[in-house]
T-cell receptor, first 117, second 115 residues
Framework: DTAVSQTPKYLVTQMGNDKSIKCEQN?????MYWYKQDSKKFLKIMFSYNNKELIINETVPNRFSPKSPDKAHLNLHINSLELGDSAVYFC????????????????FGPGTRLTVL | QKEVEQNSGPLSVPEGAIASLNCTYSDRGSQSFFWYRQYSGKSPELIMFIYSNGDKEDGRFTAQLNKASQYVSLLIRDSQPSDSATYLC???????????????FGKGTLLTVNP
């Protein structure tokens, strides 16, 4: 009954490889996010999708490509991995509230620790 | 660049004391404010959110918001060793469209509660 799940939990790979991380939420939320948390624990948004539409695309190398097949899933594909991509990647989801009601709390998945060698 | 600033700590308090965590933000139009707790190796989990000026209490936690001073804080009363974690302040900016969905996080304050 996990609310936001990610796979894999750990990912160790060589520089130059291509890898994907998957995220699923069963909360019925309409917005999903990818965050990167670096070694200094700084959590920074990368992408956000609302009802399968990309709405936030921060300054992220175009080697990173999100894909949302439906509003319950948001996957992250990374091409040509670099050493600096090593981090923990968190998926999150939230539900936009009705007018005047704030329900924009974001719920985070368990994270995927990516190590690029 | 819209920013959220926190003292990175570490903040060390004895068990039973009040821990006070502070956060300032640069965008005066910010609407929603959140405190997340993150244990080492785990994901952030929501502790509290606050939208209106003043205090909001939930058990041992009190969030305080002062929009005029662009300041939000979290007080933890009767601190326990299990409260030892990194506390992340997050701010949701004002505006429509994409900005409505964007949380900007501070770098977090590491809290250690000593038995």
């Amino acid at each position: 009954d996990t609310a936001v799940s990610q796979t894999p939990k750990y990912l160790v790979t060589q520089m130059g490889n291509d890898k994907s991380i998957k995220c699923e939420q069963n909360l019925g939320h309409d917005t999903m996010y990818w965050y990167k948390q670096d070694s200094k624990k700084f959590l920074k948004i990368m992408f956000s999708y609302n009802n399968k539409e990309l709405i936030i695309n921060e300054t992220v190398p175009n080697r990173f490509s999100p894909k949302s097949p439906d509003k319950a899933h948001l996957n992250l594909h990374i091409n040509s991995l670099e050493l600096g991509d090593s981090a923990v990647y968190f998926c999150a989801s939230s539900q936009e509230g009705v007018a005047g009601v704030h329900t924009d709390t974001q719920y985070f998945g368990p994270g995927t620790r990516l190590t690029v060698l | 660049q819209k920013e959220v600033e926190q003292n990175s700590g570490p903040l060390s308090v004895p068990e039973g004391a009040i821990a006070s965590l502070n956060c300032t933000y640069s965008d005066r139009g910010s609407q929603s404010f959140f405190w997340y707790r993150q244990y080492s190796g785990k994901s952030p989990e929501l502790i509290m959110f606050i939208y209106s000026n003043g205090d909001k209490e939930d058990g041992r936690f009190t969030a305080q918001l002062n929009k005029a001073s662009q300041y939000v804080s979290l007080l933890i009363r009767d601190s326990q060793p299990s409260d030892s974690a990194t506390y992340l302040c997050a701010v949701n900016l004002s505006g429509s469209g994409g900005s409505n969905y964007k949380l900007t996080f501070g770098k977090g304050t590491l809290l250690t509660v000593n038995p």
